[in-house]
């Protein structure tokens, strides 16, 4: 079944065609990457299904229900999920408070419940203390629940950021460029964790990805764009072959040499 | 050198929990508050004195010490000494009145400025419309809206501090939709015209319909009726004095329940949210964030305060005129939060309080003190004018405590615990010698 059907969407800045009439669609459970050049349009493609961007056209349905238009909140709440390939925590708040943050949507507790520290709020903080611990454990920051985001290493903020998406309970998790900037060891454990999140927690994975490895190793299937358009589309083993992903990546010339081989 | 110092560190470490923070607390507050009791007289020592005497109440704060026995403290210094001072005394009520209602607007600003991060520099704009609010409606001026009316009852002043809180609440929201898509440098411009326009027509309201008597101003607003507990408790005192107390006591239950309310919002999902904003807006609203209604929340709730304070203000005051909320007021509050510590309530607090007393008291002081050497003839060139030198004495305070507190004075404590180490070290300090020790650093 269907998780997410991206339709035709196409994204206009001034005259440029960041995203043109690129589909997506992306079964329930399974671990999709989208690749590409630099200037492909892939965070613009992931911003506008998680509702940054507005799209100039097509439609997005998710689980059943067309999301096309909703504010990124509202998205959220249906259950999308995201990270940010420039890692954007909330600096100043420490790591548990991020993960508290994420589950906004999931908590009930406005103004007057605050204020008069109502038995359910005051039950309902307990819980989500909880549970933001327990998020932080899965990503292995249990130590560091406590440390300001902006004070934690860069593998560690990559994991915050992961924790804080899972807050918000989300059926689909769109992950920007997970394993950027990160040595073959931190690779490696951020790869595993990609994995756990769709084994153990039954989480759908859209991520764009640079790191050919971790993209053949982890995905089901792979989505290939250049200069907006999806060029290619497939199993690893038949991306890796495709003539159009090769020339889009190493020019013509290496796509001719790949060819006569 | 260096013994002395470590050997002061020592101590104040070993004073700073246990029995002996009780009793350098204790001591200090019985300390102050004895000669605060004992000179009366306004006069540079007392300033120094009354000064010492607050600065109990950052003691109280920062010390180590069940909370029990902090508030017991507390209201000791702010329900028992200061106000029974105040009977002898009336200009330092006046100064405790005064800073009490600009921490007040300081809290309220901080919950936009500092928890949400929408710099806001028409915030006094809020402050007018609570203070107009009971300024028409308490007076005659109600029938020159709505001829062959007549003003509320005074009593209704209670009532009205709800109203003024709720009516605070309406101008958030209605001043908070033209800028949530606005950020930073252009939600400031935008905040200053909005503030600006407020008191344009507050000067302007008198033609066609006189609303506000333009900048004559409002005068004889109504107070509300001194209860007669008052009376009881302090006999043999003239009803102006009770009536100062009275007022000081109001101004100290609002600011209270200001102090309360922001405070668990703050700690709330409510409060997170907004800090969320503060530090990234776009992953606030991918996280679930609703940004527009929780900026809209922010904006009602910080203008509530100033909207309740304003109502009090007015009735304080019993007249009002525009200039009193012109946007020099505005940054004045800002000034307070920033000084503080953004997004830190015992910051704004602080702020408030110190820069209120170095605008009504301590400057002033100075420049009496200074003109005074001056009529002497020792030291001051003729051309030196210290009251006029008043202001740009400020001025070069604010320079130099953003160069070298550049969070604020007491910033909010998620900040403060990764730029010092020394747990707490400095607290006992403040509270048995009040100057900053550099030596020790």
Redesign the interface.
Known sequence: MALLEAENITKVFGGLMAVNSVSLTVEKGSIVSVIGPNGAGKTTFFNVLTGIYKPDGGTIRFDGETITGLRPDQITQRGIARTFQNIRLFGNMTALENVMVGMHSRLRAGVWGAIFQTPQVRQEETRARQRARELLAFVGLERRMDELAKNLPYGDQRRLEIARALATQPKLILLDEPTAGMNPQETAEATELIRRLRDELGITVVLIEHDMRVVMTISERITVLDYGSKIAEGKPEEIRTNPRVIEAYLGRGAALEAQMR | MNKTANHAQRVSVQFNRGLPAYVALTLYVLITSALLLSNTRTSLLTDIIFVLFLMGMLAIYRARVAGGYKLVLAAVVLLGVLPYFGTRNAFYVELAIQAAIFVTLALGLNVVVGFAGLLDLGYVAFFAVGAYLWGILSTPQIAQIAPGASPVEPWMFYLFLAIGLLVGTIFGILLGFPVLRLRGDYLAIVTLGLGEVIRVLAVNLDRPVNITNGSQGIKDVARPPLPDVLRALMPGLGDAQIYQIFIYLMALAVLGLTVL?VY??KN??????W??IR??D??????????VRMKL?AFA?GASFAGAMGVLFAAKQQFINPPTFDLLRSIGILAMVILGGMGSIPGAIFGGTLVTLLDLQILPRIAMELSALKRQGIGIPDWFDPAQYQRALFGLLLILMMIFRPAGILP?E??RE?LSEGEGVEIVETATSPQPEAASS
Do not use: K, N, Q
């Open positions: 309310v668990r919002l709330s999902r409510v409060g997170r949210a800090e969320a530090e990234d776009v992953a606030a609203v991918a996280m679930g964030v609703p940004i929340l709730v909010d998620r900040r990764e």
